[in-house]
């Protein structure tokens, strides 16, 4: 595709801590909401933006509490997600993670607005929508409504068992029509399937592929303030249970020379002029800040995802022109543009130093 005459961004998009961007479009204000882990002393921040690629911070929090009694302090509100209230209902829901007193766990609430995306957000519900606390916990929900049925359903991540388990960790569960009960039993999408993951998924997001009926779920994989944090994916093309097969190596992993460390916390969405764009963070450096970057995605005709180019920080990137602009700023070549997968080697050592973390249990 040509270049967008004038659209293009320079990661980090939000760059300041903006941990597990959630994005919602609202054809209301016809803005983009990007709401972010806990951070900054509030529970919930959210910016928003009218392409993808300039966003400004809204300064209030949009879950301002008080919050109810049944969760816990301290500041627990992981990976919020915004979807429209259902039922023909106005206003919006929040599905995010929070502290379970009772367990003192992970579990995941709802709020409600009855107004715009940025709230504020009231907890709605008397206790936890899920918990299972005795394995663990529940975290990183996202709403997804199945266009193929219309039906809402939550996928989430819990252990099956224990933290770093071979079992499945990644869940969707039909929702009630409401929003805030289930309809169904929980069923299991994903387990970890290879060694760079280090037996621990997490931040599901389910998108569908419409011209190939596909089912794509991408998934974050190891520990989130390391560099061998990753976001790989899972394809279905026997419907929304699966089963999802893995795709063997991550989409998104470290990259040194590009400033790319530790991506994951990843959402989809399709927007400017209806191109696809995969948000994620990235460490500023190892424990460090996560800021929110951004990068177009392609889809494969049959629904397989690919990255035009290489995301990267502190260099503009035009929409449309993501190879060019990689190759312009004199970034080492890639391996998927020399034919050779990263888990193989044949890369050079640059950009082969930056993937070390992830790969080095394949090594």
Known sequence: MAPHPHLGWVNPVIPHESADPGTYYDPVSRKYYTFVTNCEGVACRCWYSDDLCSWTKHEADVLPGPHPAWIGEGGWNWA?????????????????????????????????????????????????????????????????????????????????????????????????????????????????????????????????????????????????????????YSISRSGLHGPYVPSGRPLLYTDVPRGIRGPGGACVIQGVEGHWFILFHSLEREGGARRTCIHRLEWEEDGTPRLPGRPCEGKRIRLGAEHEDDQAHGFPAHPNETGKSPMMGGHSGAVKAGMQKVFNALK
């Open 80 to 232: 919020p997600e915004v979807i429209s209230a259902p039922q023909g209902r106005p206003g919006h829901l929040m599905y995010i993670s929070c502290k379970d007193k009772s367990t003192d766990k992970q579990c995941i609430g709802v709020a409600y607005t009855e107004g715009g995306p940025l709230g504020p957000y009231r907890f709605i519900s008397h206790g936890p929508l899920i918990s299972h606390g005795e394995s663990g916990g529940c975290i990183d929900p996202q709403p997804f409504v199945d266009p193929q049925t219309g039906k809402r359903h939550l996928v989430f991540k819990n252990d099956t068992d224990k933290m770093y388990t071979k079992k499945a960790q990644l869940w969707i569960r039909e929702l009630s029509e409401d929003g805030l009960g289930f309809a169904a039993d929980r069923v299991a999408l994903q387990a970890p399937s290879s060694k760079y993951q280090h037996d621990l998924l997490e931040a599901p997001y389910l998108t569908y592929h419409a011209p190939s009926r596909t089912y794509c779920l991408f998934y974050s994989s190891g520990t989130f303030t390391t560099e061998g944090y990753a976001t790989s």
